[in-house]
């Protein structure tokens, strides 16, 4: 079973950063793809960022430029830097991680972490 674990949330005034992590523990045989999504009260959960193993990143239109994925491989780890937050950018953010374990595919979530952009 592959665990994740993610921190980095807080409470921040708008135009400021904070930086998610999101570690994986278990036994792993390979990583495809780490992602972040966000959810906001009353609205779907939405894609974020994604860093595929090779490198590749995609980001939803509203956090480009401002928002930087990237990962961490010898430890399991995606992280997400948040720079120039904006009261829209409140939500609970969560990490999906999917990838290989033993023989087996899985797509493991974190337990979200709490983003509060306001003055």
């Known amino acids: 079973q592959v665990h994740l674990v993610e921190s980095g949330g807080g409470l921040v005034q708008p135009g400021g950063s904070l930086r998610l992590s999101c570690a994986a523990s278990?036994?792993?045989?390979?990583?495809?793809?780490m992602g972040w999504y966000r959810q906001a009260p009353g609205k779907q959960r939405e894609l974020v960022a994604t860093i595929a193993s090779g490198g590749l990143t995609k980001y939803v239109d509203s956090v480009k430029g401002r928002f930087t994925i990237s990962r961490e491989n010898v430890k399991n780890t995606v992280y997400l830097q948040m720079n120039s937050l904006k009261p829209e950018d409140t939500a609970v953010y969560l990490c999906?991680?999917?990838?290989?374990?033993?023989?087996?595919?899985?797509?493991?979530w974190g337990q979200g972490t709490q983003v509060t952009v306001s003055s």
């Open positions: 999906n991680i999917q990838g290989v374990a033993f023989t087996s595919s899985f797509s493991s």
């Open positions: 278990g036994i792993i045989s390979s990583i495809y793809v």
